[in-house]
């Protein structure tokens, strides 16, 4: 779907460059055919250039009149044009033909030049689409077959060699790898992978053979929605370019009025000729029409979709882009957002006779044989460690483990059930528990036989780059950063305490989020909520901005907010912001820049300052320079 609406957009791009050189080509020959006096190769040649060159402007121009009964800047200077061309052969005064046949040259320039700006952010977008191969390696009844990725089927098997592409989103059913996701995420590092785990489209298989099982239809991986989105926001018009097309087409009815009275009205009123008359009212038609003011908003907005695009940051669309950099106030929810959403091992403590080390290894020996999430966390923090699996091992739900280890009863779970087969609790170690208990963290307490060997911390981990976040927003002139969450007081107290937020609102259901949203709403106008997409679903959608943590794009994500962090890196907030903050700035240089330009050309040509090629130089050259300056939001920072 996409390669044939790409090839048409790169053919057009070099279809208007060669009508410019050729329209060049042409006015040069006649030109030079006018000046050694061959006046009928003269006017062939230049009326070929002014065919060729305004051929797409005129039609443009047309279309829109016929169609939606508007007048449009192309039209005015296709009409300029000919008048100037009328006008020299009406008084034979053949350097008017000249000088509309530049008009004509610079506007298809001006256009051949605009179109290849605006193409480089379609082609920064595109360029995933060279990260995915064509075709797969397919498992068929213990054969490998190449079949192109559209005929992949949900339960197919693909093999994956080291270095590869992976052609695909799946799920690794077989082996061990690093996968580099920078095109996708943004991340700088290769991430580890193994069995269970969900592989993307686009990014680049390390050292290790892994076989994947796709899980969803090639159409709808990772990478084709990525670029879905940033069509969507490519196609839906912000607030400020809606209200600039409003503009430009009363204002393009005004400049109609306005030329036509000062076709008429200076010879009467000033006493000029109407030579000079007619030929400042075509001027006046060129250097008044709001090209370069169109042209002020939707680059910088599409540059700066593109440049969080490639960072792994997703605005749905240009509106958000804007709002981002106006956002005053930001609610933060802390499970998976402030913290990474899985519980890990925080803090390991042995009693004298035995090493932390021995508590751990012990633990995994009979957490091993659970799926509980403390259970995982244990063995995952054992996993560099040397240890056996226990036997007889026996869960009793909601209080612990039981089970032997070297001929030991091993003792595994919460004080109450531990204290059931040893004699007490050390002191010291019940009030390091209850320290921990009132940070909001899972205390495990593990005994051999009648004796207590330790203890263990779990907790959901603050994500390492939080504190730096929350600091950067604030010196990015944020006025309120909240933390909301469904959980207990005292534990939001402690996230909030150590990442430095000082407005803690918890213990909320949804709907206490929702109406928390449009209470700072009240207070701050703009407002930034961000969540994992799912439980803060209605709080996200009531927010100016709603972020959602992506879980490497989890389609509930997708769906819920206007801004999707691909990677769950929370540092990209204040990308987004920058991005936000700077393409407002660039929309604001712009228009004043288009406006000023527009008001001293005006000024010039009525003063007799510039002729018609001067007013079109000027003209154009604003617009093609305010394009420019949005492109600048292409680079990455």
Known sequence: MLYPQHLTKYTKEHADILAALVCGVLLFFGWFALHLGWLGWAILLLSAAYVIGGYESAREGITTLIKEKELDV??????????????????????????????????????ALEGYAMGRTERSIRSLMSLTPDTARVLHQGQEQMLPINQLKVGDEIVIKPGELIPTDGIIVSGYSTINQAAI?????????????????????????????????????????????????????????????????????????????????PPFILAWDWETTIYRALTFLVVASPCALTAAIMPALLSGIANGARQGIL???????????????????????????????SQVIATDEYTQVDVLTTAAALESFSEHPIAKAVVQAASDLNWEHGTDVQAIPGQGIVGMLNNQN??????????????????????????????????VWLAQNTQVMGAIAIADMIRPEATATIRRLRQLGVEQIVMITGDNQRTAQTVAQAVGITQVYAELLPEDKLNLIRSLQKQYHTVAM???????????????????????????????????????????????????????????????????????????????????PIGVIGHEGSTVLVTLNGLRLLRRF
Not at 329 to 341: E, F, M, P, R, S
Not at 426 to 435: C, T, Y
Request: proline share 2%; charged share 20%; no cysteine.
């Open 315 to 345: 605005f749905k669309n240009g509106a958000q882009l804007e709002n981002m950099g106006k956002v005053r106030a930001i609610a933060i929810d802390k499970t998976g957002t402030l913290t990474t959403g899985q519980v890990q091992v």
């Open 530 to 612: 961000v969540g994992d997409g799912i439980n803060d679903a209605p709080a996200l959608a009531q927010a100016t901005v709603g972020i959602a943590m992506g879980g490497a794009g989890s389609d509930v994500a997708l769906e819920t907010a206007d801004i999707v962090l691909i990677a769950d890196r929370l540092e990209k907030i204040v990308v987004a912001m920058e991005l936000g903050r700077r393409s407002q700035s660039i929309i604001k240089q712009n228009i004043t820049f288009a406006l000023t330009s527009i008001i001293l050309l005006m000024l010039a040509n009525f003063l007799g300052n510039i002729n018609l």
């Open 74 to 111: 192309d039209l005015l200077m296709i009409v300029a044009a000919v008048g100037a061309a009328s006008l020299g052969l009406w008084r034979r005064e053949y350097h008017l033909i000249i000088d509309g046949a530049i008009l004509i040259l610079i506007f298809a320039i001006s256009g």
């Open 410 to 443: 091993i003792t595994l779970g919460n004080a109450a059930f531990v204290q059931l087969y040893v004699t007490k609790l050390p002191q010291k170690l019940q009030d390091l528990a209850h320290s921990w208990e009132y940070e909001g963290k899972t205390v």
């Open 185 to 265: 995420t943004g991340e700088s590092l290769p991430v580890e992978k193994t069995i269970g785990e969900e592989v993307f489209a686009g990014t680049l298989n390390g050292y290790g053979a892994l076989k994947l099982k796709i899980h969803k239809p090639a159409a709808s991986n990772l990478i084709q929605r990525v670029i879905q989105l940033v069509e969507e926001a490519q196609e839906s018009a912000p607030p400020s370019q809606e209200f600039i097309a409003k503009f430009e087409r009363g204002y393009a009815k005004v400049i109609v009025v306005v030329g036509i009275l000062l076709a008429i009205l």
